[in-house]
Nanobody
Framework: QVELVESGGCLVQPGGSLRLSCTAS????????MGWYRQAPGKQRELVAQ???????DYADSVKGRFAISRNSDMTTVYLQMNSLKPEDTAVYYC???????????WGQGTQVTVSS
């Protein structure tokens, strides 16, 4: 298993930027993919962006061109740079990790992002 801790969430105005961080510990060697998910009140959790150890990145259509996911070289930290934030980006953002069989290795506790004037 992997322990994940997110940070960086806060209140930001529409059009603003924010960077989230997720730090992983534990069985790091087993991680192939790390992803950012979000869950808004009354909605299902959805994938925002994910990155593989080999560098492949995927984004939800709603954030393409605004958000960027990146990682450090040993896959212990993943970042989500969020630009041009909109009120509909308001949600709790979670980090998760998956192994080479796409099995889930764990979830972070979540960090709240609120976009409001």
């Amino acid at each position: 298993q992997v322990e994940l801790v997110e940070s960086g969430g806060c209140l930001v105005q529409p059009g603003g930027s924010l960077r989230l961080s997720c730090t992983a510990s534990g069985s790091i060697f087993s991680i192939r993919t790390m992803g950012w998910y979000r869950q808004a009140p009354g909605k299902q959790r959805e994938l925002v962006a994910q990155i593989q150890r080999v560098g492949r990145k995927d984004y939800a259509d709603s954030v393409k061109g605004r958000f960027a996911i990146s990682r450090n070289s040993d896959m212990t930290t993943v970042y989500l740079q969020m630009n041009s934030l909109k009120p509909e980006d308001t949600a709790v953002y979670y980090c998760s990790a998956f192994d080479y069989r796409d099995g889930n290795l764990g979830w972070g506790q979540g960090t709240q992002v609120t976009v409001s004037s």
